[in-house]
């Protein structure tokens, strides 16, 4: 078997090549080759050029080949906002939504997260592992390599170290790469609610006994707080990311989904790699954004499934300079889908990004929400061979068609793991 693979025929190659996080203008910038060519070699980006130039080089006479045949291709997708492991759909409430039940009073009946907590807790690992398993083949097919994974439906000791027990065995079991973030607040657990100090009584256990077991045992790479009316307040929220960052965990957080509690400006003090939702931003908190590191990940599955008419403020954020990054937020209560190429058609249709602005918000950006800008997230020299590629002839097709999966091969560190030709290199 040749040990490097020459990948040609790429009508468009979107490489996404260049420095730091993309804002503003640049991030309009595809590094767009036409007949664009590519040389892998141990699952890494050995060359990247027009056909022409990647020809040419003597180890590509001795390379496996795999002709695109006019196709697109581009980094394969990071989704840095997933809520992987759960038990079970959350259909009957989709009713309720439907009929003009708001998220909160769902969720006041014992529904929303509570519901995926019971169910979760019940659930055997085997059946969880399967149900995640099942996800990730989608995610693959739909031409995502890189997917961030939320604990945060367990709430109990046990149940939280279930969730991210299972995050390390998938990352070592299949291709999908997965980046674990440990979510115990995500809201109060039944056991601790209605008690005057349930929430501190709860924020003690995370402190006590969750955070010192997970940061021993690398189980997370991040903290993540759902700060929001119902959920965390900031004070609360600034207690556990601290914590967490204590134990080697770098903090994220939801912010500003349902009201706007400072959880952005929170999540700017503290550093955080990213925070995600952003509905209700207001002006100073655009500002803000625009000026920190910080990336700012928008989700459009949610509001588009719950039927809402308020989605965040793209176009200001990207006038202010934010870094801005997009994700799909699956889960089972708000956000049921594993496609990122419909994240980019509501991106186009509802953020009225562009096309491209939509592309590198799901790739490069995405990486620098997950820290792993070195390694994914564009088609460069010395990174992962992580490749998607698309049955289409302009990459403005990929946001335009949507509810078709248009994927035709998906590829994770050199390997196939989704498409037509099943090739291993
Ligand atoms: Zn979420």
């Known amino acids: 078997m040749a040990d490097s693979l020459l990948i ?113 807790r019940a659930a055997t690992s085997e059946a969880l592992k399967g149900r995640a398993m099942a996800a990730l083949r989608q995610f693959a097919a739909q031409g995502t390599t890189t997917v961030e994974a939320k604990s945060g439906y367990g709430l109990d000791v046990a149940s939280e170290l279930k969730i991210l027990r299972l995050h390390k065995e998938l990352a070592a079991e299949q291709p999908v790469e997965i980046v674990s973030t440990f979510l ?35 189980l997370a790479e991040f903290c993540d707080v759902f700060c929001d009316r119902g959920a965390f307040t900031v004070e609360q929220s600034k207690r556990v990311l601290q914590a967490g960052r204590q134990w080697g965990l770098a903090p994220r957080l939801h912010a500003e989904q349902l009201t706007r509690t400072g959880a952005a400006r929170l999540a700017i003090l503290l550093r955080a790699a ?68 419909m994240i980019l058609s509501l991106a186009c249709a509802q953020l009225r990004m562009t096309p491209a602005e939509a592309i590198t918000a799901a790739t490069i950006n995405a990486a620098y929400a997950l820290r792993r800008e070195k390694q994914a ?27 078709v999966n248009h994927c035709w091969m998906t590829v994770k560190r050199g390997r196939v793991i989704h498409g037509v030709k099943q090739a291993t290199l």
């Open 8 to 120: 040609t025929g790429a009508s468009q190659l979107l490489t996404l090549g260049g420095r730091g996080p993309r804002r503003r203008n640049s991030l309009s910038d595809l590094g767009l080759i036409h007949d664009g060519a590519l040389l892998v070699r141990d699952g890494v980006i050995a060359a990247v050029g027009t056909r022409a130039q990647v020809e040419a080089l003597p180890e590509a006479h001795a390379a496996e080949k795999l002709d695109l045949d006019g196709r697109v291709a581009l980094p394969g997708f990071v989704d840095s906002h997933t809520h992987l492991i759960h038990a079970a759909s959350r259909a009957e409430e989709y009713e309720l939504k439907i009929a003009g039940a708001s998220y909160e009073e769902i969720a006041r009946k014992g529904g929303g997260i509570l519901n995926s907590v019971k169910k979760l």
């Open 184 to 218: 115990g607040a995500h809201v109060v657990p039944p056991e601790y609610r209605g008690k005057a100090d349930g929430a501190e009584r709860y924020l003690k256990l995370i402190e006590e006994n969750l955070l010192p077991e997970i940061g021993e045992r690398r």
């Open 274 to 341: 990213s925070c995600d939702h952003l509905e209700h931003v207001n002006r100073s908190d655009i500002r803000a954004l625009g000026k920190s590191q910080t990336v700012a990940t928008l989700l459009p599955g949610c509001d588009f499934h719950l039927g809402l008419k308020r989605y965040a403020p793209a176009r200001a954020l990207i006038d202010a300079g934010a870094i801005l990054s997009l994700a799909t937020d699956y889960n089972p209560g708000t956000s049921p889908t594993l496609s990122m190429p």
């Open 377 to 403: 997230g564009s088609l460069e020299v010395g990174k992962q061979a992580d490749i998607a590629v698309f049955e289409v002839a302009d990459y403005r097709e990929i946001p335009y068609y949507f509810g």
